[in-house]
């Protein structure tokens, strides 16, 4: 029989599962809204979802690289303990392998994804099994691919306090023989462990959000207009101030922090220097456990 819409929003509204799920149980059960719900229930599925308006703070960012693709992604799960389950830790390294293997375009895509390594199973029916086994709120966060050109290009990783946070920095240089090199290797480890330990929010000045710097300079101009400082050197201070934001903000602007007395980019000059090649850095993607992009 057809399966509406609306039976399954009803359902959704009713359990707070997700809509694939609904959808199959309501085919299941012949479009009986009751008799899914009541076969739900047997699963332990809607005890699992209710579990959904409970903080999940906790949990494992992962990073995986292989070949022409990096990925980083987040788990949560509600408690530090859950966070050292095994059955938490396998399905949290079977859903980096599917992820990679499918490469789906958004959140939702990775959700509806089936793999023989869930059963056939979708990632969100994963999650809910998980769940119900555990006893405990269980969610699949975010997540980030980026397509390497093994050319020129290579991916670099960082992970601190065991998945509190994850970092990936890829690295482009103008040498064929050098992307693989020692130099590159260890510029790359300084490079990750810098974004994850200095938040910088972009590469470069130029490549900060448009919106994140009129909303630092509107800060910046009322905190001047309060100030009592003359109205004709206004513009300069804000000016200074956005400056020491750069420095703050920008990757390559930043002190280095295995040694403050230079910057990031003069870490990356002397490598340069010491192999006569150039070195761009193309991205970083940083996620800290729990916080938003």
Not at 129 to 141: H, Q, V
Request: proline share 2%; hydrophobic share 40%.
């Amino acid at each position: 029989m057809t399966i509406t819409a609306s039976q399954v929003m009803k359902l959704r509204e009713a359990t707070g599962l997700g809509m694939m799920t609904c959808k199959k149980a309501l085919t299941e059960a012949d479009g009986d809204t009751d008799k899914a719900i009541d076969n739900l229930r047997k699963q332990g599925q809607i005890t699992a979802a209710k579990r959904a308006g409970r903080a999940a703070k906790e949990g494992k960012v992962c990073v995986l690289i292989k070949d022409s693709d990096a990925l980083v992604y987040e788990v949560n799960s509600e408690t530090d303990f859950v966070a050292r389950n095994n059955d938490f830790l396998t399905f949290a390294e079977t859903l980096g392998t599917v992820l990679l293997e499918k490469k789906p375009a958004d959140l939702d895509s990775a959700m509806a994804l089936t793999s023989p390594l869930f059963a056939d199973q979708t990632v969100e029916a994963k999650v809910l099994e998980i769940m119900g086994k555990i006893g405990e709120k269980i969610s699949f966060r975010r997540f980030k691919l980026i397509s390497i050109d093994q050319s020129k290009e290579r991916a670099f990783s960082y992970i601190h306090g065991n998945g509190k946070i994850g970092v990936i920095v890829i690295i482009t240089v103008d040498k064929s023989e050098m992307p693989d090199s020692q130099a590159i290797a260890d510029l790359g480890k300084d490079l990750a462990m810098q974004v994850a330990a200095s938040k910088p929010v972009a590469v470069n000045r130029e490549s900060v959000s448009q919106d994140i710097v009129e909303k630092e300079k509107e800060i910046y101009l009322s905190q001047v207009k309060s100030s009592g400082k003359p109205e004709k050197i206004w513009d300069k201070i804000v000016d200074g101030k956005l400056n020491k934001f750069f420095r703050h903000s920008s990757l390559l602007e930043q002190e280095f922090i295995k040694d403050t007395d230079i910057t990031v980019t003069d870490r990356i000059k002397q490598v340069e220097k010491e192999n006569e090649l150039t070195v761009t850095v193309s991205s970083f993607v940083r996620f800290e456990l729990g916080v938003e992009e």
